[in-house]
């Protein structure tokens, strides 16, 4: 048996770990931490997960966040010293291998982001590093990247979680074929307070006004702080949900996904739903990866009437099957890699 340590420090970790925690807890003891970001906390609490809230987000500010790091690696330490932690596990949390090194325990450190500053200290102190099978490692090297530490795993990290996720889509999203109902398009805004992201926010206000007299329009802010800008007046018509919404219940409804992020544009692309990047700083290559694939399109500047006759044209082509099943090989991967690890204890 081992203490297994997850870091959700961030709203997509729920999906992607909830059904391996759930499959772990069974043998072994689970310790979740998390910070008050985006939707985190209303997640864990929608799936029912017992976690503790360690530390906080420092906002858009790079100088803020620095100082914010060794804060929050202090207080994780402060709160994991005592619970005898085997082996720490994270995606993009670069927090987690540090604290984890800190407690002499082992670590798995995943990540498909070759922008992200953080990963300098993860990469060197994590003791296996997971990265999808289309980022060479020359693209994250200057970031101490060691070949020695690299496992790639087959398709991207959504596929992880995807791959059982499907059955449930297809059946929902079948009914849903089978009622008269309003076309519903679905907006995830900017990821603003992210060190990576370097252009404009909240540039998305004429694209939600054209919209939204000619279909059903939701808005999906990354919290409530964001959500406020859309809860304006102007907005009126325009539902917005700044709270818990599991993509169980978002993917079924969804004729057109359009995603100014990442993980949630590539979840709908993943799932067969007609999707729009408009992500507007550099394209990370797992984006890159699903355009190439056909999966989505790129349209950073999308105005309403394109989106429009995109909804229009769109085809139902249904889950990438491929990615999937790629999803299903990694996961058990990664399972296997716990496993290895906790036997070197």
Not at 23 to 48: C, F, P
Not at 129 to 158: C, N, T, Y
Not at 228 to 234: L, P, S
Not at 290 to 303: A, F, K, T
Request: glycine share 6%.
């Amino acid at each position: 048996m081992m203490n297994i340590w997850f870091d959700l420090h961030n709203s997509p970790h729920i999906n992607m770990f909830r059904r391996l925690i759930s499959e772990l807890q069974g043998e072994h003891e689970v310790i979740i931490t998390a910070r008050a970001l985006a939707n985190t906390v209303d997640l864990l609490n929608l799936h029912r997960l017992n976690y503790e809230i360690v530390g906080k987000h420092y906002g858009a500010n790079v100088g803020r966040k620095f100082l914010g790091y060794p804060v929050r690696v202090r207080d994780l330490y402060r709160f994991l010293k005592d619970r005898s932690v085997d082996l720490a596990v994270s995606q993009s949390s670069f927090h987690s291998p540090v604290v984890a090194r800190l407690l002499g325990a082992r670590s798995i450190y995943l990540n498909d982001n070759e922008h992200a500053l953080g990963n300098v200290p993860a990469f060197l102190f994590a003791d296996v590093i997971m990265l999808p099978e289309f980022l060479d490692i020359s693209r994250v090297r200057w970031q101490g990247a060691r070949a020695a530490k690299v496992r790639h795993f087959p398709g991207i990290k959504e596929g992880m979680y995807l791959w059982y996720f499907a059955d449930q889509f297809m059946s929902r999203r079948t009914d849903k074929t089978m009622q008269d109902q309003r076309r519903a398009v679905y907006v995830r805004p900017e990821p603003w307070t992210a060190q990576y992201y370097k252009s404009e926010i909240n540039f998305l206000d004429s694209l939600l006004l054209g919209l939204r007299d000619h279909v059903a329009l939701t808005v999906l802010p990354r919290g409530r702080a964001q959500g406020a800008h859309y809860r304006a007046e102007k907005f009126k018509g325009i539902r917005v949900i700044d709270t818990a919404l599991d993509l169980a219940d978002i993917a079924p409804d969804c004729d057109l996904f359009i995603g100014a992020g990442g993980t949630m544009t590539r979840e709908m692309a993943v799932l067969g739903i007609p999707t729009v990047s408009i992500y507007r700083s550099d394209l990370l290559d797992v984006d890159r990866y699903l355009l190439r694939s056909g999966c989505m399109q790129h349209r950073p500047d999308l105005d309403a009437e394109t989106a429009l006759k995109i909804l229009d044209n769109a085809i139902e082509r249904g889950p990438n099957l491929e990615l999937l099943h790629k999803g299903k090989v990694a996961y058990s991967q990664l399972y296997s890699l716990i496993a290895e690890l906790g036997s070197r204890r």
